[in-house]
């Protein structure tokens, strides 16, 4: 099957043809749908559907068929269901994060879109995706092909129409303040606790008074529970600390995720981080079923919709529209690394105002990205900060590369470490000299700390770097833990 999926994508470019050839034709098959009736003539169709695109594309019938515009490669087979372009945890071999064995679907889909484009077509490769529509699961494509043919527009015309009188966002608050400022930007990303008592939550923030532009607090990272990202942003907020509330799509759908945006807002949470989720796989909970109903795509564009517009996904007004700044994730490290800037591009179209990498160990990498990202101007879209941040040693680097998703660090950097006497100076050298290195490069707005329960240590590389100093009097500002 698998052979065969890829057998297809290799001849996108004259699958593409057939199916604008058919498309094109549809319309005259009304009329007999017409007189058949809809749901006989979906009898008919379905099974031979079901035959034809299982054999040919390992087809799931999710009823909105858009392997057109995904280079014949079905994002259904995607494990988290990424209509929008790859996750951040494609593995270097391009394996899939969650299935290691199989090619990144995305990287499929990619190669397909190529071909097709090689012959001068316009495969609708950068076009936003609406989420799965779950009401039309096993519906043939097909039918609704013929039907949509007699009426103006495909489905996602229609939906990407859906985009007008989005209104100009006004500032949201302190952090969008510092991102539209000329001064260097920093973040530090702080995990909740496993606790129903938030005082260590905000002893650990408090590391940071005067120090960080935001405080990341993150949703279940690693697919590990933690109190909820939005409940201690809210924490966070309510002691007077700037909060960025991660907002994963691996747990919660879009009935739960917009309840939580609209909560968090209620509670003084402005910033949102909308990111798709690591597999749960390797977090305490392997048992849990993964809800995927969204990607990071869909998400930003869903909240962008109800802090812009004042709607839900539905369609549905919002009495009062929430605030909301919103960011999302880049990965310029793992592949596909020439396309990584395409998907930042489809973030910012969906509404990302902010951008925070995954950790950068390779420095070359991230200037190759950022000389793309000035090429097409995303740096002038959005604000983009460079995830930087240290270990104790080789061995725990070695562990973070090895076992956590989209960590990329190159053997070089690897072999000094393991060479110095003190490797945790090292390493927290090495840091320094990125955090500088990576500020030196056009487009870069900042850094974003990260590092689990790390607190002292980072807040030390934040001073140490020059990029703030301890602020004694905000810190006495803010209320005690
Ligand atoms: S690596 Fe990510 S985007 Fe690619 S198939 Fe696997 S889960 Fe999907």
Not at 365 to 391: Q, S
Request: proline residues 6%; contains cysteine.
């Amino acid at each position: 099957m698998l052979a065969l999926r890829r057998w297809s994508v290799r001849r996108a470019h004259a699958l593409w043809q057939f199916w604008r050839t058919l498309a094109g034709r549809a319309p005259r098959f009304a009329p007999l749908v017409h007189r058949v009736g809809r749901a006989p003539s979906e009898s008919l169709l379905r099974p031979l559907e079901r035959a034809a695109k299982g054999l040919f594309f390992d087809c799931r019938m999710c009823g909105q068929c858009v392997l057109s515009s995904t280079g014949m490669a079905c994002p259904m087979n995607c494990p988290k269901r990424m209509r929008n372009g790859p996750c951040g945890g494609v593995r270097e071999d391009g394996g899939c994060e969650v299935k290691p064995t199989m090619r990144c679907v995305w990287l499929e889909a990619l190669d397909g879109q190529k071909a097709i484009a090689s012959g001068g077509n316009d495969a609708a490769a950068t076009r936003i995706l609406p989420p799965l529509d779950h009401s039309r699961r096993e519906s043939s494509t097909w039918l609704q092909a013929i039907c949509d043919a007699s009426s103006p527009g495909t489905p996602q015309e229609r939906a990407s129409s859906t985009q007008q009188g989005i209104h100009e966002p006004v500032a949201t608050g302190d952090f969008e303040e510092a991102c539209r400022s000329k001064r260097i930007v920093v973040t530090v990303e702080v995990a909740p606790p496993d606790s129903g008592d938030p005082a260590a939550l905000v002893r650990r923030a408090a590391h940071f008074d005067g120090l960080v532009d935001a405080i990341n607090i993150t949703d279940g990272a690693g697919g590990n529970c933690h109190m909820s990202s939005a409940a201690a942003a809210a924490v966070l907020a309510a002691n007077g600390r700037t909060p960025v509330c991660q907002v994963a799509c691996r747990d919660r759908n879009r009935i739960a995720i917009q309840g939580d945006l609209l909560g968090a807002a209620a509670l003084g949470v402005r910033n949102v981080l909308c990111l798709t989720g690591d597999d749960v796989s390797r977090g305490d909970h392997p048992q849990a079923r993964p809800v995927f109903d969204l990607d990071a795509v869909s998400l930003l564009d869903i909240a962008r919709n109800m802090s812009e517009r004042g709607e839900f996904a539905s369609g549905r007004r919002i009495e009062a529209m929430p605030r909301l700044f919103l960011g999302a994730t880049a990965n310029p490290f793992v592949p596909p690394y020439r396309d990584r800037v395409s998907n930042l591009e489809k973030k910012i179209d969906a509404g990302a105002r902010f951008v925070q990498t995954q950790f950068c160990f390779d420095v070359a990498a991230l200037a190759d990205f950022m000389r793309e990202v000035r090429a097409r101007e995303l740096h002038r879209r959005c604000t983009i900060l460079v995830g930087v941040g240290t270990l104790a040693s080789a061995r725990a680097l070695r562990w973070m590369a090895a076992n956590v998703p989209g960590v990329h660090v190159p053997e070089p950097l690897l072999h000094r470490i393991e060479g110095a006497a003190d490797q945790k100076t090292e390493a927290r050298r090495i840091c320094l000299e990125t955090i500088e290195a990576v500020l030196d490069i056009d487009g870069v707005r900042g850094v974003h700390l990260m590092g689990h329960r790390n607190e002292e240590v980072l807040a030390g590389i934040i001073v140490a770097s020059g990029l703030r100093e301890r602020s004694p009097a905000r810190a006495a500002s803010l209320k005690p833990a």
